[in-house]
């Protein structure tokens, strides 16, 4: 476990088994869900969607509680009036931003997302946006990305916000220079304090966290800038920051002890920082992590594991899984697959491993009945129907939103794993207990 890890994606991916790719029924979220971490994060941007009642009502359910908040998104609801044609779609939105910036002053960046029903009438977002933004600009930016579920899964709208946030910045640039690193990926702010501590230890300067956490936080990118992403889902960030002339360092994504120091290795690397010094600014937070990762360890030491597709996280949950955790892994399921970013995931798994890419819900649900895991992480909707089959399963949806990066948060990550198992542990100790 204390052996440093490969931080090159060269490797190729010829331990896992060949892809499995299905179409077919899908269970998982859209885009849109990604707003309810992005609106956290950027406090100073409302996201308003542009869709149906479909949409507001998922993003009502996804948010939870969070509704009650007066949170930072919303709906402009499409009516028939405006599906037949019998209306201006562009008058329209155009009321409903002048209402919500007269209601909401504060709000510096407004960013419109497309939805299914407004991407089937083709209405043109991108248009509307650079319409607003020559009204509003410069005390109210607006930009647009699309959520919809016809071009989106889960995560997949994050990256496009990131993407949409890269081509603005050309029109916004920083006061300073060029940014020497740009670290791409939506983190908790805990976590990037983490990582900023470490990145000043480290000597590096100039260092932007894409998305910022206010709007108006600038960024100029060069071909000086090389950035590292924190997130795996992010192809279409990774193609606009390299279509400014920033390259990418190559690395494994942050979760887990081995995970985070191969980061984190091949950042300081990167920029001419000597192994020694590294280890020395590292060892304590890497030993700390160790320490809280053995904790749960016994309890996912030598499990099955199968992962349902969710947020492109699977291979690099996967590997940690494995890698610092001992589990084994049945199959993991991926909405979509990098095959470049996640390359060196692969590359640290065992032979065979099944990888499946997309989805055709009812058979990968048949191949995990058949299979017989221990542990199986799935989204909300399959959750129950196999608990009540008497398998154990574990939410993924929480590892979009609880902060699982980094060494400081390595414990947390393995008890998300474990909790499921310690329950279940507990409820048939007690229910041997009531049967004696
Ligand atoms: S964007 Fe599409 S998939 Fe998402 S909630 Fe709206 S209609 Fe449903």
């Not at 900023?196 to 709007?215: E, K, Q, T």
């Not at 991926?334 to 065979?352: D, I, M, N, Q």
Request: proline share 5%; net charge negative; charged share 20%.
């Amino acid at each position: 476990m204390n052996q440093p890890l490969p931080t090159s994606c060269a490797t190729p991916p010829a331990a896992t088994a060949a892809t499995i790719r299905q179409r077919g029924q899908h269970e998982v979220f859209c885009g849109l869900t990604s707003i309810i971490w992005l609106h956290r994060k950027v406090q100073d941007a409302f996201f308003l969607v542009v869709g149906s009642r479909t949409c507001a009502h998922l993003m009502q359910s996804a948010a939870g509680v969070m509704i009650f908040s007066e949170p930072r998104f919303a709906t402009a609801i499409m009516e028939e009036r405006d599906l037949a044609g019998m209306a201006d779609m562009h008058d329209e939105l155009d009321q409903v931003v002048a209402r919500l910036l007269e209601r909401r002053p504060d709000i510096r960046m407004l960013v419109l997302v497309g939805s299914c029903p407004s991407e089937v009438i083709k209405l043109d977002l991108n248009r509307a946006a650079g319409r607003l933004n020559a009204h509003y600009a410069p005390r109210h930016r607006v930009i647009a990305y699309s959520g919809s579920g016809i071009e989106t899964t889960f995560t997949q709208g994050e990256d496009n916000f990131l993407a949409a946030l890269v081509q603005d910045q050309a029109t916004r640039p920083a006061k300073s220079g060029a940014a020497r690193l740009v670290v791409a990926g939506c983190l908790a702010d805990v976590v990037e304090d983490q990582f900023s501590r470490l990145f000043s230890a480290f000597g590096l300067s100039d260092v932007v966290f894409l998305p910022g956490r206010h709007a108006t936080d600038g960024l100029t990118i060069d071909s000086n800038t090389r950035y590292v992403l924190a997130q795996p889902y992010l192809g279409a960030t990774a193609a606009a920051l390299e279509s400014r002339g920033a390259t990418r360092i190559d690395a494994i994504f942050p979760l887990g002890t081995e995970g985070t120091t191969a980061w984190l290795w091949a950042i300081a690397s990167a920029f001419g920082i000597d192994r020694a010094r590294f280890d020395g600014i590292v060892d304590q937070p890497r030993r700390r992590a160790e320490q809280a990762i053995s904790h749960y360890r016994p309890w996912i030491d030598g499990k099955r594991v199968f992962l349902f597709p969710d947020s492109q996280m699977e291979p690099s949950l996967a590997r940690y899984l494995h890698q610092e955790l001992g589990a084994e892994i049945v199959e993991i399921g991926s909405p979509y697959l990098h095959r470049e970013h996640v390359a060196g995931e692969l590359a640290l798994l065992p032979p065979g491993v099944a990888i499946s890419e997309g989805q055709d819900v009812d058979i990968q649900i048949d191949r995990c009945r058949q299979a017989n895991p221990d542990l199986i992480v799935c989204g909300l909707g399959l959750a129950n129907p196999f608990e009540a089959e008497g398998r154990i399963t574990k939410w993924s949806i929480e590892f979009a939103f609880t902060p699982i990066q980094g060494y400081e948060q390595a414990g947390d990550l393995a008890e998300l794993f474990a909790r499921p198992l310690m329950r279940n542990s507990i409820l048939t100790g007690r229910n041997r207990e009531a049967a004696q």
